[in-house]
Structure formats: structure tokens, C-alpha cells
């Protein structure tokens, strides 16, 4: 029986970008942290997605983020790169320049607001992966964000090219990742894209998880990780028993909003988040901080 291969590890954490009070990017912070989250069990760490608030960098930000947090990291972990957009042609570019400045994968959301056919999504992705070979790529179907959803049968129309070679599932169910083993085989790394499904995604052949929580808990997540591998699957139940309640609440509002205010009350002041997004109500900050005592607690 062949395995999975893990090509960025077990947890790879979607980093926040820190802002300083100007709003411009805080380029040390940023690198303090990364290497803050390597310290507590991330093997990777992917700048500019989701979390680290995408949509509101500049490509000259996130080159400056990539050049900084590279340098942070060394070689102790893995930094991957948020290159996706809905352009193909920009995409190919984003991710060109993400390996020229030493990242060791790139994330490619399926492509938002404009709505591709899956002949187009699958187009879309061979085009870059042909496009820059010597990057490995995770793509990220995410469909409550991007309108689209990435079909398990288009990504296995992929699996010729070399480099794609992890998927980022974020759909909300475990079905997505049975149906992509099913078809996609043991070539393609499936991580969770829900800290809330890690533990049940891995039951159906998950690899790992592209994670928020781990910012707060990254020990715990990890811990979690090795004891269902391990078989020791009572106490990966346990595990995420535990973390599930601050799983949750760091959705309770749009993300990366939660977790820039539980960063906040943990000591690292990553600032708001750039407009449309707002920073977290009063109710969130002591939601949040409530469930942090529990676990510093526990």
C-alpha cells in the first residue's frame, strides 16, 4: 500500500499579515511571529491567503512579507505563497515571482467572482502549473468565498502535472476529501481547510491541516495530529473536544477578524484589519478571552 506523501507537513498555519498603526505592513512583527508559529509545531507557514488578508495586499506587500518571513524562517520551515487570483495570466505571474523569492509552494484559490466553468478552473490551473514547473502547488477550493467550486473530477484531470501536488479542502465536508482520494489517489496531499473537520478529515485520508487555531494552539493542534496518526485515536478525540469551542468562535465572525483579536489579547498586537473588514466587537474580545483561560487553564 503506497502513502501519502505530506509535501509541506502536518500543519502549515495561514498566517495573519500585521499591520502597524499606520496600516502599512509591520514586515518585523510578521517575521517574529512566523517564527513564533514555527516554534509552537507549524511546519509551514503561507503568507498571504485567507487570513492574511489577500485581498488587501498589494503584490509589492506580499513580495515584501515573502522576502521577510523567508529570511525569519530560514530553513527551519516551509513558507508558502498565496499567488491565486482570478486572472490566470496574473496568477502565473504572482507565482513566478513567489519562486524567484524562495518560496517552497504556492496556494491557488479556484478563481472568484467570475464564475468559470470546470473546463476553464482546470484550464486555469494547468496554465500556471506548466507555467512555473519548479513550484510545488496546493490548490484551495473554498466556494463560500469564490462563488465556484472545484469539481473532485476536474482535479483529477491535473494529476498529470508533477507539481500539483496538495489540495487545500475548505468546502465544509469530508466527503471532499473522500471523493478527491478516490479519484486523485495517493499523489494528491489533501489538507483540511476547517480546524473544526482536521480530525475527521484525517479519518478519511487527510494529511494535515492549513490552520487559524494554530496561531493560539499550534502545540495542541499538532499534538493532535500525531496521536490519531500514532492510533492513539481516544486521545486525538480528546484533543479536539478540548479545542473545538475556540475552533469555532474564530469563525464567529469573518476571518481573520477573531483571530487578530485573540492575537491581541495573547500578547502579539498584529493590528485591525484593513477595511471592509472591522475589527471584533466587545462581545467577540471576551468570547474569545474566556475560551483562552479555559485552555491556558486546562
Known amino acids: 500500500m503506497s502513502i501519502t506523501p505530506t509535501p509541506f ?5 495561514a498566517m495573519v499579515t500585521p499591520f502597524a498603526a499606520d496600516g502599512s505592513v509591520d514586515l518585523e512583527l510578521a517575521g517574529r511571529l512566523a517564527c513564533h508559529l514555527v516554534e509552537q509545531g507549524s511546519d509551514a507557514v503561507l503568507v498571504s491567503g485567507t487570513t ?13 512579507l515573502l522576502r521577510a518571513i523567508r529570511a525569519a524562517v530560514g530553513d527551519r520551515a516551509q513558507v508558502l505563497a498565496g499567488t491565486g487570483s482570478n486572472c490566470t495570466e496574473e496568477a502565473v505571474a ?5 519562486l524567484a523569492l524562495g518560496a517552497d509552494g504556492a496556494l491557488l484559490v479556484v478563481p472568484y467572482y467570475n464564475k468559470p466553468p470546470q473546463e476553464g478552473l482546470a484550464a486555469h490551473f494547468r496554465a500556471i502549473a506548466e507555467a512555473v514547473p519548479a513550484m510545488p502547488l496546493m490548490l484551495y477550493n473554498i466556494p463560500g468565498r469564490t462563488g465556484c467550486s472545484l469539481a473532485a473530477r476536474t482535479t483529477a484531470t491535473l494529476m498529470d502535472l508533477d507539481n500539483v501536488v496538495a489540495y487545500k479542502a475548505a468546502s465544509g465536508t469530508t466527503d471532499e476529501v473522500s471523493e478527491l482520494r478516490r479519484l486523485c489517489g495517493n499523489g ?16 478519511v485520508g487527510a494529511v494535515g491541516v492549513v490552520s487559524v487555531v494554530s496561531h493560539l494552539e499550534g502545540l495542541r493542534v499538532k499534538a493532535m495530529i500525531e496521536a490519531y496518526l500514532a492510533g492513539r485515536v481516544q486521545a486525538a478525540t480528546e484533543l479536539h473536544d478540548l479545542l ?7 469563525f464567529i465572525r469573518p476571518n481573520p477578524i477573531p483571530v487578530k483579536a485573540a492575537l491581541a489579547i495573547s500578547g502579539w498586537p498584529v493590528g485591525n484589519p484593513r477595511l471592509p473588514l472591522i475589527p471584533a466587537e466587545d462581545c467577540v474580545t471576551q468570547r474569545l478571552s474566556e475560551l483562552m483561560a479555559i485552555l491556558r487553564s486546562t
Do not use: I, N
Not at 492574511?52 to 515584501?64: A, Q
Not at 504572482?94 to 513567489?98: N, V
Open 9 to 13: 507537513g502536518r500543519l502549515v498555519t
Open 52 to 64: 492574511g488578508e489577500s485581498p488587501t495586499l498589494s503584490w509589492e506587500e506580499v513580495h515584501d
Open 94 to 98: 504572482a507565482t513566478r515571482q513567489a
Open 188 to 203: 494528491l496531499a489533501v489538507y483540511s481547510g476547517d480546524d473544526s473537520l482536521t480530525l475527521p478529515m484525517l479519518a
Open 244 to 250: 473545538l469551542p475556540l475552533m469555532k468562535a474564530l
